[in-house]
């Protein structure tokens, strides 16, 4: 009995985490935020490149192949090295034009900590839209307040 109660609290554990990202889950998957959030997420938290590769845009891939691995890509293009960080995304943005538009501009917030200091700081996200899918295309560099 308690083995058939294990499986399905793994079960439903499983399924919890792969019904969406953002705030509660409630990102859609065809949105830019969405790919912004993944491209960031897998590119902290992974070692493997492969899942950075599939947000990103045929020059963004360039870029990150150039760089060998994802440390090395967060210390000397985008000038955020963290040790942990959380991703949130501006809820500020119009989400009607995604819908209708083959590029859009998403900005995403750092909150993390380095040798256990807090950082802050933001990026702003081009994406292109590319066989239905939306990419990361550039990064641009902003200030944080």
Not at 11 to 26: A, D, H, L, R
Not at 103 to 131: P, S, Y
Request: contains cysteine; charged residues 30%.
């Amino acid at each position: 009995m308690t083995l058939v109660a294990s499986f399905a609290m793994v079960g439903c554990t499983q399924e919890e985490k792969s019904e969406g990202v953002g705030k509660y889950g409630m990102m859609d998957s065809g949105t830019p935020e969405y790919a912004a959030i993944q491209f960031f997420d897998h590119l902290y938290h992974d070692s493997n490149l492969e899942e950075v590769l599939r947000f990103s845009s045929p020059k963004m891939g360039r870029l990150i192949r150039s760089y060998q691995t994802s440390r090395n890509f967060q210390r000397h293009v985008l000038n955020l090295s963290y040790d942990k960080v959380e991703l949130v995304i501006d809820s500020g943005n119009n989400r009607m034009r995604s819908e209708f538009s083959d590029k859009a501009t998403v900005t995403v917030f750092f909150t993390g900590t380095l040798h256990g200091e807090k950082h802050e700081d933001l990026r702003t996200v081009n994406l292109v839209k590319a066989d239905g899918d939306w990419k990361v295309d550039e990064i641009e560099a902003d200030k944080f307040l």
